[in-house]
């Protein structure tokens, strides 16, 4: 069945990075792309970007340009989100999405989601 | 800066039915924008209900439709039940970029 397994909650520094894992499994890794959402506590739904495990292009939302990279291992299935210069407003659940834009366009499975904590 | 509007709260009573609208910013929203619903109780990742304005996925409820209506994607809920009562996203296609709207909150009384 496919899964898509996310890394642990963090907890990191005003100023840090951070790096999320969402590992895939149950379908053809490089058939789907991956989205990334973030939720602050309390708040609503942010899409933060979308990854083609195929070719490694990226799109960004306009707000994380410069401050996120997304990136892919296909010997591993894994992808990574990675957010530099956090601040506290980046305190949030940080979900991995399966979606398809080509022909048709959805999004299926979610991760489990990773609490990213940024505190002094 | 695109903003996708939905209504805040809504309230329902069992067996009734109930129509959450998504509205964008730029203008009416129509299938091009492939309108994506998510629904998400507390405590838990969101979980997928339509994609592309109507389109249920196989764990859809049959009671769950989506559309368009007057300007803006709508989803309506029919013959609502107690376990319906959630937060609703929709999710807009920007060519390229996508765009959460702010959430409904749906109180099943």
């Known amino acids: 069945q496919v899964q898509l397994v996310q890394s642990g909650a963090e907890v990191k520094k005003p100023g840090a990075s951070v790096k999320v894992s969402c590992k895939a499994a149950g379908y053809t890794f490089t058939s789907y792309y991956i989205h990334w959402v973030r939720q602050a506590p309390g708040q609503g739904l942010e899409w933060m970007g979308i990854i083609n495990p195929s070719g490694g292009t990226t799109r960004y939302a306009q707000k994380f340009q410069g401050r996120v990279t997304m990136t892919r291992d296909t010997s591993t299935s894994t992808l990574y989100m990675e957010l530099n210069s956090l601040r506290s407003e980046d305190t949030a659940v940080y979900y991995c999405?399966?979606?398809?834009?080509?022909?048709?366009?959805?999004?299926?499975?979610w991760g489990q989601g990773t609490l990213v904590t940024v505190s002094s | 800066q695109t903003v996708v509007t939905q209504e805040p709260s809504l309230t329902v009573s069992p067996r009734g039915t109930v129509t959450l609208t998504c509205a964008s910013s730029t203008g009416a929203v129509s299938s091009g924008y492939y309108p994506i619903w998510f629904q998400q109780k507390p405590g838990q990742a969101p979980r997928a209900l339509i994609y592309s304005t109507s389109n249920k996925h196989s764990w859809t409820p049959a009671r769950f439709s989506g559309s368009l209506l007057g300007g803006k994607a709508a989803l309506t809920l029919s013959g609502v039940q107690p376990e319906d009562e959630a937060e609703y996203y929709c999710?807009?296609?920007?060519?390229?970029?996508?765009?959460f709207g702010g959430g409904t909150k749906l109180t099943v009384l």
């Open positions: 999710l807009l296609y920007y060519g390229g970029a996508w765009v």
């Open positions: 999405a399966r979606g398809l834009i080509v022909a048709t366009k959805l999004v299926d499975y």
